[in-house]
Each structure stands twice: as C-alpha cells, then as structure tokens.
C-alpha cells in the first residue's frame, strides 16, 4: 500500500501534534522571560530566569524616562547595596542596578560600553567586586543562568542565544515541571531542580531582593541560622589565590577608562565575603592600579561586618544592612 504525499504530510502533522504543541507553548508562554518585553519582572525562579535578560530590558524601558546616570555593577552580592539607600548618598533619586548572576570583569565592562552606546553618562558608580568577578567559569557556557544579552555582548548571535533558552525547555524535562506548576498551581518536591522561588526584582531600579529569605527570618530567625546555608568557618582562613590574569587587565582599562571620560564619582568595593577569606594583596595592588588606590575599599577578610553571622542570608550573600553601614563610611 502507497501513501499519497497528502497523506504522508497528514500523519506527520497528527503524529507530530505533541512537538507542535511544546513548540507553540514556548513560544506564547515565554517561559524564560527572553523573546518579549515586560515593564517588570517581579518575582523570579532562580534556576529559569537570565538576569542579563532582566537588568538589560529593564534598563531600555526605563531609561529614556529617567535617564540613569548613576549605576551598581556586580554579582548578586551587590544586591546589598540597594539604590534607595544609595540615592542619598549621590544626590540622585533614580539609580539603576545593572548586575547580573556570577557576573565577571568582562561582563561589567560589557555593560559599562552599552550604556555609553546609548549615549548615557556615568555620573556615579558602585563596582563591587570579589575573586569570582574574575572568574570565567560561565563565560562561554550554555547555561541559560549566565549567557550575556546578546544585545551589548555580540548582535549577530541573537539566533543562537534564543536556540540555547530554546533548548533549555526539552532538556531534562523541564517543560514537564512548568506545565504541572502552570495547571495546578503546586510547587512539588521534584520541580526544585528547576523551579526555586527565591527573589524579587524592582522596577525601575532594578534592585535585588529576597523575600523568601526575609520571610523565613521573620518566622524563626534561631532555625534559619543552623541550616546548613552556613558552612563552617575556618579558624585562620586562606588569602584568595591571585585570580586577575593578564587578560583582565583590557576589561579593567575599558572601565577605568569610562570612569575618566564622565568624570565618574565611583567606588570599587572588595565585598565582606562570609569565609572571611582576604582579597588577594596582588590584585589589590591591580584594582588600585586601574582605579586609583583612594577608590578601593577592602571589606574582605575577618572584620567587623564578616564576623557577625547575622549580617549574611546564607554563605554567598549578605545583607542590605551591610551594604548601607558600607556606603555611610566611604560616603563621608
């Protein structure tokens, strides 16, 4: 028995339906947040969402309206220093908080050349920095956490940045967990792989929050603090090996450089990591190098801030408190 090419296209259409549907699915849920524009992201699941994404697009809506001038480069752990406290301090009612997830030095710099694309001025800026700025571990990684917007990194891989989050929704069965949660509305055990609930994103500002954490705080701070967020800390730590390489130092110029031409009033904070392990004294003397030594703040190492358990969410991340007592000090 022959089949007409009718019916060929026919079976593969019927056959097809599931694929056809996952497709269709994707592309009207969106369910990275990357092929549409929204005015404000609000809550985010932490294995799914690309703050690249999310600081880039919430940085073009905003700012032909208020015309930032005044920006927080980082991680996530320049969540600390939100914008509102900030404002004060730099006469400036609109900062923009333009971090990203594991963010490095070439990232920054990335960010720093879009915003002066778009014809912005750097007036101020907080560069928070730690070893892991200079890290590459997600630089050319397909994980959809860390992938740079390709609109400041490279235009003409719009095609494969989209094809990676694509991808991302088959893999492991992603689409299974966002299809359960979508329908009934019920976190499971097994979606923790993919589905997290753990911050929050303003708009316009872009800041960083985690409500799950202040939450739980809130509920029962004495259980909160002996979960294993908190790994043990070491009596005498180690200094952090030198982790600047030689090619760091053109990302480092880009952004000195971009200071000069504003004429920016900035601050390059070594964070107060938990470990309390110190900033490496080499890329130290680099960072004051690039940067001028009266602008480098060293808050890493055993100090005040990183003895005190209860200025951190969990070993990664401190909190907002330590961010304002920082600015109160370099500010004055």
Not at 159 to 174: E, N, P, S
Not at 225 to 242: I, L, S
Request: with cysteine.
């Amino acid at each position: 028995m022959q089949f007409t090419f009718k019916q060929f296209i026919i079976r593969l259409l019927i056959f097809g339906c599931p694929i056809w549907f996952l497709i269709i699915s994707y592309v009207v849920f969106d369910p990275f947040h990357v092929i549409y524009s929204y005015d404000a992201y609000g809550s985010n699941y932490l294995k799914t969402y690309n703050r690249n994404k999310i600081s880039t697009e919430t940085f073009l809506k905003n700012n032909q309206k208020y015309n930032f001038s005044s920006f927080i480069f980082g991680s996530s752990r320049s969540s600390a220093f939100l914008t509102k406290d900030w404002s004060s301090f730099i006469n400036d009612p609109k900062p923009y908080h333009f971090d990203a997830f594991n963010e490095n030095i070439s990232g920054i710099a990335g960010k720093v050349k879009y915003i002066e694309k778009q014809g912005n001025k750097i007036s101020n800026a907080i560069l928070v920095v730690d070893n892991d700025t200079f890290n590459e571990s997600f630089e050319k990684s397909e994980s959809i956490v860390h992938l740079k917007d390709y609109r400041w990194e490279d235009s003409s891989n719009v095609f494969k940045y989209h094809l990676i989050f694509f991808k991302a929704f088959f893999k492991r069965q992603y689409f299974v967990s966002f299809f359960d949660l979508k329908i009934f509305k019920t976190f499971r055990p097994y979606m923790d792989e993919f589905f997290k609930f753990k911050y929050f994103y303003t708009t316009p500002s872009n800041d960083f929050l985690f409500p799950e954490n202040i939450e739980l705080l809130k509920k029962d701070s004495l259980s909160y603090y002996q979960n294993d967020w908190f790994p043990p800390k070491t009596e005498n730590p180690k200094m952090y090996e030198e982790s600047i390489k030689e090619h760091h130092l053109k990302d480092l110029e880009l952004v000195a450089d971009a200071f000069k031409r504003s004429k920016t009033n900035f601050k390059v904070i070594i964070a107060p990591l938990y470990d309390q392990r110190a900033f490496n004294l080499r890329d130290k003397t680099l960072l004051e190098k690039y940067f001028g030594k009266n602008h480098v703040y060293d808050y890493s190492g055993k100090n005040e801030l990183t003895n005190y358990l209860g200025n951190y969410y969990e070993g990664s991340h401190f909190k907002p408190i330590v961010g304002k007592k920082i600015m109160q000090e370099i500010y004055q």
